[in-house]
Nanobody
Framework: QVQLVESGGGLVEPGGSVRLSCAAS????????MGWFRQVPGHQRELVAT???????QYADFVKGWFVITRDNAKNTVYLKMRRLNSDDTALYYC???????????????WGQGTQVTVSS
């Protein structure tokens, strides 16, 4: 059973920073993509950032250089450092893991339980 466990969320002052962590365990294909999505009640879940096994990244436009995704392949862990946070960043942040079995066109996706980030003074 693949599991993703997030940590690091909490209450943050506007303009502050937080680092989220996500540790994956289970039978995980090494050639994968890990990353972060976020969701606000009443809105669709949206991509924040992803990184594949070789270090190729994808960021949402709203990141604007203030968020950085990193990963430690040896630990099966992905991180998200978020700086200059504002109230619009308040959301439930979900860790994401994906790989494909190309010959069968199979996509395997897994999600963490989510960690809440609340930006408020």
């Amino acid at each position: 059973q693949v599991q993703l466990v997030e940590s690091g969320g909490g209450l943050v002052e506007p303009g502050g920073s937080v680092r989220l962590s996500c540790a994956a365990s289970g039978n995980i294909h090494s050639l994968n993509v890990m990353g972060w999505f976020r969701q606000v009640p009443g809105h669709q879940r949206e991509l924040v950032a992803t990184m594949n096994i070789t270090g190729t990244t994808q960021y949402a436009d709203f990141v604007k250089g203030w968020f950085v995704i990193t990963r430690d392949n040896a630990k099966n862990t992905v991180y998200l450092k978020m700086r200059r946070l504002n109230s619009d960043d308040t959301a439930l942040y979900y860790c994401y893991l994906m790989w494909t079995t190309a010959w069968a066109d199979i996509r395997s996706e897994y999600w963490g339980q989510g960690t809440q980030v609340t930006v408020s003074s």
